[in-house]
């Protein structure tokens, strides 16, 4: 498929470095609200963020392989059932 080059291991430790600030950043975010997080309620956001980013990735694909319009029904359909379970993720860790 892609030729192998040396930015491949570099692109694959930022991103696992993005991913670590991120959810650090969360989990001082929560402590600042005040909430009281456990580790199913990570567990629900780390599955909800898995979810959010197959779409997108799913999106961007059909997009870029000339099927824009799979792509736009895809993320209307998938992205209108994930900003609905994150609102309802968001009442579930939110509650004290």
Do not use: C
């Amino acid at each position: 498929m892609f030729q192998y080059s040396m930015m491949q291991p570099v692109i694959w430790m930022l991103t696992g470095l993005l991913t670590a600030i991120f959810f650090l950043g969360m989990r001082y975010w929560f402590q600042d609200l005040k909430i009281k997080m456990h580790w199913w309620k990570w567990l629900l956001i780390v599955v909800w963020i898995t979810m959010l980013a197959l779409t997108l990735g799913v999106t961007f694909t059909l997009i870029g392989e000339n099927e824009s319009k799979a792509g736009i029904r895809f993320v209307l359909f998938f992205g209108l059932i994930i900003l609905l379970t994150g609102g309802g993720l968001w009442k579930i860790i939110a509650k004290k």
